[in-house]
């Protein structure tokens, strides 16, 4: 089992940032992505960003330029630097690990509001 705990989050103004901190506890030896989900009401649960183990990275177009994820192997952790935030990135927001991430198998953390303000 893989724990994993977020922190970060809350309300911003457009244009501004946020980052997003996610730390993984438990048995971590089959996690090789960790990343980040986002889910706005009514809509479903998307991959915004993800970064494997030799810290290979992949963006949703929608935030491509503007969010920036980055992992840290030896403490457990992977973040989100959310820049240039828009109304449209107002979501809960989940960490996730797993092998290869996929919403029906990854570990998710409990999920962290975002929200921006036009």
């Known amino acids: 089992q893989v724990q994993l705990v977020e922190s970060g989050g809350g309300l911003v103004q457009a244009g501004g940032s946020l980052r997003l901190s996610c730390t993984a506890s438990g048995s971590q030896f089959s996690i090789n992505t960790m990343g980040w989900y986002r889910q706005a009401p009514g809509k479903q649960r998307e991959l915004v960003a993800s970064i494997t183990r030799g810290s290979r990275t992949n963006y949703a177009d929608s935030v491509r330029g503007r969010f920036t994820i980055s992992r840290d192997n030896a403490k457990n952790t992977v973040s989100l630097q959310m820049n240039s935030l828009k109304p449209e990135d107002t979501a809960v927001y989940y960490c996730?690990?797993?092998?290869?991430?996929?919403?029906?198998?990854?570990?998710w953390g409990q999920g962290t509001q975002v929200t921006v303000s036009s």
């Open positions: 996730a690990a797993a092998p290869i991430l996929s919403i029906g198998d990854n570990y």
